[in-house]
Nanobody, 124 residues
Framework: QVQLVESGGGLVQAGGSLRLSCAASGLTFSSSAMGWFRQAPGKEREFVAV????????YYAESVKGRFTISRDNAKNTVYLQMNSLKPEDTAVYYCAASSYGSIRSKSYEYQYWGQGTQVTVSS
C-alpha cells in the first residue's frame, strides 16, 4: 500500500532552520505531484508548497514564499521542505501529500495520499 513517512520535525528557535523529508513507497512517485500542508492547533489544514512530478515547477503559499523551498529526488522517492527564517506562526504539524494529477495542486482534496505528519515547533 501507499506510505508517506515524514521526518525532520522538531523544536527550533525563531530565525532557525529545519529540513523536512518525506519518503514515499507504494506509488508511482515520479509521476506524482508532491505537496506539503500544515495544521496549527485550532486551525484548518493549509497548503504550504507543491512541486510537480518533474520537479521543474513549484508553487508556495504567500506566507512561506522566500523562506521555504520544496525539492524532490525521484531516484530516492523523497520530497523535501527546507524551512529557513522560521517564525512562531510556522508552528504546526506538517503533512506530506501525493497527488496523481502530477501538476501544480494547492487544494487538499486534490491529494489522494497523506502522511501521518511531523511536528514543527518554533519558539520565540
Amino acid at each position: 500500500q501507499v506510505q508517506l513517512v515524514e521526518s525532520g520535525g522538531g523544536l527550533v528557535q525563531a530565525g532557525g532552520s529545519l529540513r523536512l523529508s518525506c519518503a514515499a513507497s507504494g506509488l508511482t512517485f515520479s509521476s506524482s505531484a508532491m505537496g506539503w500542508f500544515r495544521q496549527a492547533p485550532g486551525k484548518e489544514r493549509e497548503f504550504v508548497a507543491v512541486i510537480t512530478w518533474s520537479g521543474y515547477s513549484t508553487y508556495y503559499a504567500e506566507s512561506v514564499k522566500g523562506r521555504f523551498t520544496i525539492s524532490r529526488d525521484n531516484a530516492k522517492n523523497t520530497v523535501y521542505l527546507q524551512m529557513n527564517s522560521l517564525k512562531p506562526e510556522d508552528t504546526a504539524v506538517y503533512y506530506c501529500a501525493a497527488s496523481s494529477y502530477g501538476s501544480i495542486r494547492s487544494k487538499s482534496y486534490e491529494y489522494q495520499y497523506w502522511g501521518q505528519g511531523t511536528q514543527v515547533t518554533v519558539s520565540s
